[in-house]
Structures are given as C-alpha cells and as structure tokens.
C-alpha cells in the first residue's frame, strides 16, 4: 500500500452532498480537498494537481462543464481524471461530458456515496495502468 495519500477534488455546491462525500472520502484514507462553486474548484485543482476530481455540473459562477474544458485545455491538470456526479440525467448532457475529457460520468441519484468511492477507486486503478 502507498503511503502517499491520494488527493480528491470535491466541487459540489451542496454543502450536505459535499459533507457526506467529504466525510465518505476521508474514512476511505483519501486527502480531500473541498469546493463549494466552479471558480473556486478550478483554482484548487490548479494549486493542488489532485490524482481525481468529483465534479458537479450545476454550480454557481462557473458550470461543471466549463471546469472540465479548462481542466482538459491546461497541460498541467488534462490528465486528472475528472467524475461527474451530477444529477442530470439526460443522453445529451452525458455525452456532452464524456466527451469533453470526463473520465466517468454518475447520476447522485442512483449511486450511494461508497459506490461513488468505488467508482473513483477504479477510475484511479484505470489511470495507473494507462
């Protein structure tokens, strides 16, 4: 087992969610970084390089979408893996996602926080063999 701890991102407006992930995360060893809107998120992602990012779409002052482009556009962030948890749920805004770089893509509703942490444990064992 490593002894670094693996860094999330958390950019989620509601601060319930943020906490329940946060405590979640946490029990699971991680480092756990919050945000409460996408301005803020953007700016920790690119001060603390996370080894992955949960990402919400919905958030003030800068969408979850528009995060992901500057994160996929920077050199020094495009290979953070990046899960959206959101709860929109239509085709479109799911291929909207993956296609600007998201490495996963989970709807809120349908996933308890421990299989969202599985989820962010196989993307991350995904990005090492890469």
Known sequence: MQNKKIKILIIEDD???LGMY???FNL???EVIL???GEKGLMLAFKELPDVILLDIFLP???GFDVLKELKGDESA???PVILLTNLSQKSEIEQGLSLGA???LIKAHFM???VVEKVKKTLTLKSTN
Request: aromatic letters at 12%; zero cysteines.
């Open 22 to 24: 946060a405590a979640k």
């Open 61 to 63: 002052k800068k969408n």
């Open 15 to 17: 601060s319930f969610l």
């Open 103 to 105: 490495a996963d893509y």
């Open 113 to 115: 926080p421990s299989e």
């Open 35 to 37: 945000a409460e809107d």
């Open 78 to 80: 495009k290979k953070i």
């Open 28 to 30: 699971e060893k991680f």
